[in-house]
């Protein structure tokens, strides 16, 4: 396996779009990441397109519009992962030596539907009956799984919403730049428990790209490669209960188990993660499962400060913050956590959402983050996971 | 003239598979179905084992009304067809293994609900298909 590098990276503003389909949301991210490379079409040897929700056939409808040279696209679904499992899909095509240069492509057009939204037949599904299997009532019952162990309170968890609110305000390709203290997120309508409405991500449409090639090549194209340093998939591994509570945290833990050994780098090292916060909840569980904190400690990790950018919390916030910061904690990872906004404010375009994060990270390792940007970032991860279950890790140097 | 040949009568049938319907409702039972391999109890009907990637045989075992709550969640946003606010919840059984449910017969209110609360299965037809046939799903209630 030979060294792989990120030499073009881009994100069209998520939001909606009724007037475009996805194909051109998605040829809009592939042209402006190319540019971005200073590479055309004649310079890709191949195409790994993630997309959800259109049948097979996408990534050839984006050629339709990028460039139809011909060469082999790979459709890929993967759940909430399925564009972080396209990207690791062209990672390894690179890697191992298949092609020099290929592009990583996640889009997704979602209209109202959303992860609010069910599916199945209402008359006669559980679902449709019961509601259980619902993403909010999933990263509800998450949350309270971790209230339940280890005393978290619903306040610790809506901290995660002004944070990466808080922090949205400076992306402008953010489908949402709106802050909230902590008494708008508690008083907005709960959606599932603990779960208020502003800490539960916006869905939308977006597309976002990577040109990726191998070191070698990358330096006739930038003085700045990225360099991919781990890229880990799991899935669940067998627990008592994950057929009725999906267990979000196990397969998280492997993966960074084998994410941080192939990288030779550990949470202590780490700058800045993008990782999934598709509810509030989700995030602070992540915090744990990604070793930021130790076991029961996302809660006093979040009123530390350690993950807002600056890594203190912002003078405005700290009468919010207060009352839940402990101060026999001292964060063990100072990774600023979800500088982009997260998928709280960014959206969560499901097939767009893994390469997004991983563009979000280029960004900021190469300075170009703006407003945003985490001061001297040179180690980021890029965290995904979708449900049932798939969980993508990677993590990327300067 | 009707075709008799497609026609049944209509039926009444559980809305999972992992309920059983009795003569009555009050027969009705969730079960299980055990690995004779490596000796995990699943919920509901089992053709091959996720954990030891035996292909059985499984014994089918009914599992019990009573069980205690493990973690739950008030759903206020609701597909149209469920009526909102109601408790979702993850119920664990005696035998070992967790069912999903819904906690009825008490406010869908936090300081109503307490973790490792003692609940109870109850039965009711809850829907009927355009053919005619009803269905039974399964709820738990404080015990
Ligand atoms: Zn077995």
Redesign the pocket.
């Known amino acids: 396996m030979r060294e792989v590098a990120i030499v073009g990276a881009s994100m069209i503003k998520f939001g909606r779009y009724p007037d475009r389909d996805v194909a051109q949301l998605a040829a809009q991210a592939g042209l402006e990441a190319l540019k971005d490379a200073g590479a055309g079409m004649k310079d890709v040897e191949a195409l790994y397109s993630g997309n959800l929700y259109q049948t097979s056939g996408s990534g050839q409808r984006i050629l339709q519009q990028m460039g139809q040279t011909g060469i082999p696209v790979v459709n890929v679904a993967n759940a909430c992962a399925t564009g972080s499992t396209a990207f690791r899909e062209a990672y390894f095509a690179v890697a191992s030596g298949a092609y020099d240069m290929v592009i990583a492509l996640g889009s997704e057009q979602m209209g109202k539907q959303g992860l609010l939204g069910s599916r199945g037949d209402p008359a006669t599904s559980l679902e449709g009956r019961v509601g259980s299997y619902m993403m909010p009532a999933v990263f509800g019952m998450a949350g309270m799984e971790h209230m339940r162990t280890h005393g978290t309170s619903q306040e610790q968890f809506a901290l995660a919403s002004v944070k990466n609110h808080y922090h949205s305000t400076a992306n402008p390709l953010a489908q949402y730049q709106k802050e909230s203290p902590l008494d708008e997120v508690l008083n907005s309508r709960v959606i599932a428990y603990p779960n208020t409405l502003l800490m539960c991500c916006p869905t939308g449409d977006g597309a976002a790209a990577t040109v990726i090639c191998s070191a070698e090549k990358a330096r006739q194209f930038t003085t700045q490669p990225i360099k991919v340093a781990a890229s880990a998939l799991t899935s669940d591994p067998f627990s008592d209960r994950d057929l009725t509570l999906p267990d979000i945290n196990t397969l998280t833990r492997n993966a960074a188990d084998i994410a941080y050994e192939t990288a030779g780098v550990g949470p202590e090292d780490l700058d800045q993660v993008e990782l999934h916060d598709c509810f509030a909840t989700a995030e602070l569980l992540h915090y744990e499962n990604l070793g930021l904190c130790g076991d029961g400690e996302a809660g006093a990790h979040v009123a530390s400060g350690a993950p807002w950018i600056g890594n203190k919390i912002p003078t405005k916030y700290e009468e919010d913050v207060a009352p839940y910061v402990d101060k026999s904690y001292s964060p063990k990872s100072k990774a600023v956590v979800n500088a982009s906004g997260g998928l709280l404010s960014k959206g969560h375009p499901l097939g767009a959402t893994g390469v997004a994060n991983i563009a979000e990270i280029v960004f900021h390792l190469r300075g170009q983050a703006g407003d945003r940007q985490v001061e001297n970032s040179k180690v980021g991860l890029a965290h995904v996971i979708g449900l049932c279950s798939a969980c993508t890790i990677h993590v990327l140097q300067k | 003239m009707a075709d008799s040949a497609t026609e049944t009568a209509p039926e009444i049938r559980p809305i999972v598979p992992h309920l059983k319907l009795g003569e009555t409702r009050d027969q009705d039972r969730l079960f299980g179905s055990r ?6 109890l699943y919920v509901g009907p089992r053709l091959f ?6 292909q059985g045989p499984f014994t089918e075992e009914i599992l019990s009304t009573e069980g205690e709550v493990w973690v739950y969640s008030i759903i206020h946003q609701a597909t149209p067809y469920v009526k909102a606010p109601y408790i979702a919840a993850v119920v664990d059984l005696p035998e070992g293994v967790s069912v999903n449910t819904n906690i009825v017969d008490i406010e869908p209110e936090p300081e109503n609900i307490k973790f490792g609360m003692k609940v109870r299965m109850y039965t009711e037809e809850v829907s009927e298909d355009k053919e005619g046939n009803k269905y039974v799903a399964y709820k738990f209630c404080p015990a």
């Open positions: 690995c004779s391999n490596c000796n995990t084992c996720g954990k030891c990637s035996g």
